[in-house]
């Protein structure tokens, strides 16, 4: 008979079995300090492809990370099966600070913010002038997320034998950015690539464009299909070799230059929820101080705005200041307006 209260003993207690979730928690967490280091090359429904030492290995998410996502460009640690081969899976254990990011949100209403790529020095934003027709909008999005981010903005401007570029360059000439012109028989021939690739040395570049503007003839065209092979990511072809991107993809630059071309799904739209305008200053070095007598959370246009002034006594050139404001006022507009 058992007994209970103050003549119980130890062998009254009953100790029920450890159940899954029963178990102690703990706040201390591996260190993982043999860990490798290794970039996300792709992602795919929770697998990530990376390059590690040269291998590339497949891997998940340790769950220790929580929320956090890797996505395309992250430098990550790895444990694991770090083989490569056929079936083995590593896990991403850490996710290294992020140097820049290009991010967008779905609508311009949508409230949660995506990381596309991570850690790129540069956005080439690839655009024709024709068929189909440039869309300025969109444009301007695409230089408000590059500056928004950390990112240098690159305009690659194609078909120009269908339609000349100056208007479209006039449009952001005040910004000062650098751009490529090619055509048709350039994107075809190989041509534009070798342009384009003057660009890309020694730097990691992401590729935006809406569909039918090149852009994946373009990055066919700097990575060939032997690179692909070499770094064991396979994409799915259609039709003149070309590749139908559903994720972001990253791929080593062709020829002996070091850099990497970043490929990413064709967009419709891009949302800028996410964007403060504070952040987009920093891209105008030349009309950032002027800001430091504008009133508390200033949109930069509206009346109190310091930056009237600041232009009026020729510290800046107004052009500049039409720009920042176009741009800014992209946020808060539809692409078809």
Avoid at 26 to 52: F, N, W
Avoid at 130 to 142: F, K, Y
Avoid at 273 to 284: L, Q, T
Wanted: aromatic fraction near 4%.
């Amino acid at each position: 008979m058992r007994r209970y209260g103050r003549n119980a003993d130890e062998d009254d207690i009953r100790v029920r079995p450890n159940r899954k979730g029963n178990r102690p928690r703990t706040s201390i967490r591996p260190k993982h300090e043999d860990a490798a280091e290794g970039m996300v090359l792709t992602v795919d429904r929770g697998r990530l492809t990376c390059l590690v030492e040269g291998r590339v290995v497949m891997a998940m998410k340790a769950r220790e990370l929580g929320r956090k996502a890797a996505v395309v460009g992250d430098r990550v640690a790895l444990v694991g099966d770090l083989s490569g081969e056929k079936d083995t899976l590593a896990r991403i254990v850490r996710i290294g600070e992020r140097a820049s990011v290009l991010r967008r949100t779905a609508d311009d209403d949508d409230p949660y913010e995506r990381v596309v790529v991570a850690n790129a020095d540069q956005l080439a934003i690839v655009t024709a002038l024709a068929d189909p027709e440039p869309r300025p909008r969109l444009i301007d999005r695409c230089l408000v997320a590059a500056f928004d981010g950390g990112l240098e903005p690159l305009l690659v401007l194609t078909k120009s034998d269908l339609a000349p570029a100056s208007a479209l360059l006039e449009l952001y000439g005040a910004l000062d950015i650098p751009y490529v012109v090619t055509n048709r028989e350039d994107l075809y021939d190989g041509h534009a690539a070798e342009v384009v690739r003057e660009h890309l040395v020694g730097r990691t570049t992401a590729f935006v464009g809406h569909s039918g503007v090149g852009k994946t003839t373009l990055v066919n065209a700097l990575v060939p299909e032997d690179r692909r092979r070499v770094t064991g990511v396979v994409n799915a072809v259609t039709g003149r070799g070309r590749h139908t991107t559903t994720s972001a993809l990253a791929l080593p630059l062709a020829g002996d230059a070091e850099g990497w071309v970043i490929d990413t799904p064709g967009v419709r739209s891009f949302g800028l929820n996410h964007v403060d305008p504070g952040r987009v200053i920093h891209a105008f070095p030349d009309l950032e101080p002027g800001t430091e007598q504008c009133p508390r959370a200033c949109s930069h246009d509206e009346p109190d705005c310091a930056l009237d002034a600041w232009v009026a006594e020729g510290h800046a050139d107004p052009a500049r200041l039409f720009s920042l404001r176009r741009l800014l006022a992209a946020r808060e507009r539809h692409e078809g307006d």
